[in-house]
Antibody, heavy 119, light 110 residues
Framework: EVQLVESGGGLVQPGGSLRLSCAASGFTFRDYAMNWVRQAPGKGLEWVSTISGSATVTYYADSVKGPFTTSRDNSKNTLYLQMNSLRAEDTALYYC????????????WGQGTLVTVSS | QSVLTQPPSVSEAPRQRVTISCSGSSSNIGKNGVHWYQQLPGKAPKLLIYYDDLLTSGVSDRFTGSKSGSSASLVISGLQSEDEADYYCSAWDDSLNGWVFGGGTKLTVL
């Protein structure tokens, strides 16, 4: 069974940093691209970032380009999102999602981890 | 303001049919596949339809996707109360080099 479990969310002050993790199981992690998608409270889905299976290609939404970095450790079956210079607008539930390639559909999602940026 | 445009809400009676539209441009829907996600209240999104009209395994065939030019549609027939959810369309955008989502459509089954 495919499982994606996010962790690392929490309350952080504006300007602070946080690193999210997404532990994958039930499939060959390195064969799949991975994505981060976020959802602000009461709002719609917003794509954040995509990383290829080999980690050679990454894409970012303009809203996070620079402060956010996506990486993965295929030996640990884990996806990461390093978030720096956090702002109130980054407050959201962050989901990781699997895709066959960087431009294919997200066929499995985790349950999300909540990030709250507030003083 | 989302790159893909969806109606904020739709409603219809049980057993009826409803259509959710998704409008984009030549750089996203006009060139790449459209994917539809269902998000039940308090749950993570779930893939319903991929590459315009392909039904995800295990999803009811009451869900149908289609695309014409730079617009796409999701049709749900034989509406049931369990279909009440938010629905999102998405596509890769060649100009932005990233994924774009619609703003989501809240379906209410009256």
């Amino acid at each position: 069974e495919v499982q994606l479990v996010e962790s690392g969310g929490g309350l952080v002050q504006p300007g602070g940093s946080l690193r999210l993790s997404c532990a994958a199981s039930g499939f060959t992690f390195r064969d799949y691209a991975m994505n981060w998608v976020r959802q602000a409270p009461g709002k719609g889905l917003e794509w954040v970032s995509t990383i290829s299976g080999s980690a050679t290609v990454t894409y970012y939404a303009d809203s996070v380009k620079g402060p956010f970095t996506t990486s993965r450790d295929n030996s640990k079956n884990t996806l990461y999102l390093q978030m720096n210079s956090l702002r109130a607008e980054d407050t959201a539930l962050y989901y990781c999602a699997r895709a066959y390639s960087t431009t294919s559909e997200f066929d499995a999602w985790g349950q999300g981890t909540l990030v709250t940026v507030s003083s | 303001q989302s790159v893909l445009t969806q109606p904020p809400s739709v409603s219809e009676a049980p057993r009826q049919r409803v259509t959710i539209s998704c409008s984009g441009s030549s750089s996203n829907i006009g060139k790449n596949g459209v994917h539809w996600y269902q998000q039940l209240p308090g749950k993570a999104p779930k893939l319903l339809i991929y590459y315009d009209d392909l039904l995800t395994s295990g999803v009811s065939d009451r869900f149908t996707g289609s695309k014409s030019g730079s617009s796409a549609s999701l049709v749900i027939s034989g509406l049931q109360s369990e279909d009440e959810a938010d629905y999102y369309c998405s596509a890769w955008d060649d100009s932005l080099n990233g994924w774009v989502f619609g703003g989501g459509t809240k379906l209410t089954v009256l």
